[in-house]
C-alpha cells in the first residue's frame, strides 16, 4: 500500500487567494518605499539601507507568523475564562509603556534597543476577536435559555474592555490609535441585529452622527473647540486642527512636515518622479517612513502609486464584505465588519492627515508605513479573517 502524501498548508484549507496576492502586493510595495525613504538618511549612516531592510525582512517574517498562528488558533472555541485572562492581560500590556520615554510625546511604546513594541496596535485586532467572542457567547445563551437581556447586560464584559482600552490609550496621548479602537467597537456592536437591542443601536447611531456633526462645527467650521482644547493637555490636537486648515500659516514651526507633505505631493507631476526621487525625504520630512510615507509615495510613483494602493485596499474591503454578507454565524460578520473598519480607518486617518483633509493623527499607513507592530496587527487580523473564510467555505457557506 502506498501512503497518500499530506499536504503542508501555511492557511488553512480554502482561505481567500485573492486577500493573500492583494497582502503580498501591498507588502512589497511597502518594503520598497520604507527603503527608497530611509535612502534620505545614507547622508549621516551609510549602511540605514541594509539595516532597514534587514530589519524590515525580519518585521515581515515575524508578522506572517502572527497571521499563520492567528489563522490556526481556534478563538471561539474556548471558554469565557479564557476570554477575562485574555482581557486582563491585555489590559496590563497597555500599561508597560508608560514605564518607557515617551516617542513624539506619546507613551505608545515598551522600548527594546534598536526594535520597540506598540501594545496599542494589538488592541484593535483584540477588541474585534472580544466582541465576537462576547456576541457569540450571547447569542447561544439567548437560544438555550430563551430569554434575553438589555444591551448594557449582554455585553457588560466587553464594554468594560472597550472603555478601559480607550481610556490607556488616551491617557497615553495616542489620540489616532483611541480613535480606530471606539470606530472598531462601534461598528462591530451595531453589526447584530437582535430585536431588544434595535432602540440602543439606534442611540448609538444618532450619537455617533451628533458626535461628527459636533466636531464639524467646533473644530472645522468655527474655533471654538480648538481655543478650549487649548488649555487641556491635548493642545497638540488644536496644533492639527490649526495645521489642516493652514499648514503653510507656521510652515518653519509646526506647519513644517504637513507643508511639506502637500510640496511633495504637488511635485509629482501625476506621473511621479521615480522611484528613489523625491527630494522631500532628504530632511523636509522627519516621518517619511512612517507617518508621512503617503507623500513620497506619491511625489515618486504619481497617479501610478495611488492606483495600487487604492486598488490593493478596494480589493480587499470589497472581498470582506463579500464574506461578511455571505457568513451565517455572527461571530463571522463580526470579524469582517471589524477588520473592514480597522483598514480603512488607518487609510482615512493617514491619508486625510497627509494631505491636509484632515488633522494629522499619527496612524501609519497600514503595510506601506514602517513599524512591526502594525504590520504584525494587522496580519494577525487578517490570519483571523482567513480562519473565518475557510471555516465558510468548509461548512458550504459562501
Not at 32 to 52: A, D, E, H, R
Request: with cysteine.
Amino acid at each position: 500500500m502506498t501512503k497518500k502524501k499530506r499536504k503542508i498548508h501555511l492557511l488553512k484549507e480554502n482561505s481567500d487567494t485573492m486577500i493573500n496576492l492583494m497582502l503580498i502586493i501591498l507588502i512589497i510595495c511597502g518594503t520598497l518605499m520604507i527603503i527608497s525613504t530611509n535612502v534620505g538618511q545614507t547622508t549621516q549612516n551609510s549602511k540605514v539601507v541594509l539595516t532597514t531592510l534587514i530589519k524590515q525582512i525580519i518585521i515581515i517574517v515575524i508578522s506572517y507568523i502572527c497571521m499563520i498562528g492567528a489563522n490556526k488558533f481556534t478563538v471561539f472555541r474556548y471558554k469565557s475564562i479564557f476570554q477575562v485572562g485574555a482581557c486582563l492581560a491585555m489590559i496590563c500590556l497597555l500599561f508597560v509603556p508608560f514605564l518607557f520615554p515617551a516617542v513624539n510625546g506619546a507613551k505608545s511604546w515598551i522600548l527594546l534597543g534598536p526594535f520597540s513594541i506598540q501594545p496599542s496596535e494589538f488592541a484593535k485586532p483584540f477588541i474585534v476577536v472580544a466582541i465576537a467572542y462576547a456576541v457569540k457567547n450571547y447569542q447561544a445563551q439567548r437560544r438555550k435559555e430563551k430569554q434575553t437581556k438589555p444591551f448594557h447586560k449582554a455585553y457588560r464584559g466587553v464594554l468594560v474592555l472597550i472603555i478601559a482600552v480607550f481610556a490607556i490609550v488616551m491617557v497615553q496621548k495616542d489620540t489616532g490609535t483611541a480613535i480606530i479602537i471606539l470606530m472598531i467597537a462601534f461598528v462591530c456592536l451595531i453589526v447584530p441585529q437582535f430585536e431588544e437591542h434595535r432602540t440602543v443601536i439606534k442611540n448609538l447611531k444618532r450619537l455617533f452622527m451628533a458626535g461628527c456633526i459636533g466636531i464639524l462645527v467646533l473644530f472645522c467650521f468655527t474655533d471654538i473647540g480648538i481655543k478650549f482644547i487649548e488649555k487641556t493637555p491635548f493642545s497638540h490636537i488644536a496644533v492639527r486642527f490649526e495645521n489642516m486648515k493652514n499648514p503653510y500659516d507656521d510652515v518653519y514651526d509646526e506647519g513644517y512636515q504637513p507643508a511639506n507633505a502637500l510640496y511633495g505631493i504637488a511635485n509629482s507631476n501625476i506621473t511621479g518622479r521615480g522611484i528613489g526621487n523625491s527630494d522631500r525625504k532628504y530632511g523636509y520630512l522627519t516621518q517619511a517612513d512612517n507617518d508621512y510615507i503617503f507623500a513620497v509615495l506619491i511625489e515618486e510613483t504619481g497617479i501610478f502609486g495611488l492606483a495600487i494602493l487604492v486598488g490593493c485596499y478596494g480589493t480587499l474591503i470589497y472581498r470582506l464584505f463579500y464574506y461578511a454578507r455571505k457568513a451565517k454565524k455572527i461571530e463571522h460578520k463580526i470579524v469582517f465588519m471589524g477588520n473592514i473598519t480597522y483598514l480603512f480607518m488607518h487609510f482615512f486617518l493617514n491619508v486625510g492627515g497627509v494631505t491636509c483633509l484632515i488633522p494629522m493623527t499619527g496612524v501609519p499607513l497600514l503595510f506601506i508605513s514602517s513599524g512591526g507592530s502594525s504590520l504584525m496587527a494587522i496580519m494577525a487580523m487578517f490570519g483571523v479573517s482567513q480562519r473565518c473564510i475557510s471555516d465558510m467555505h468548509n461548512e458550504g457557506g459562501n
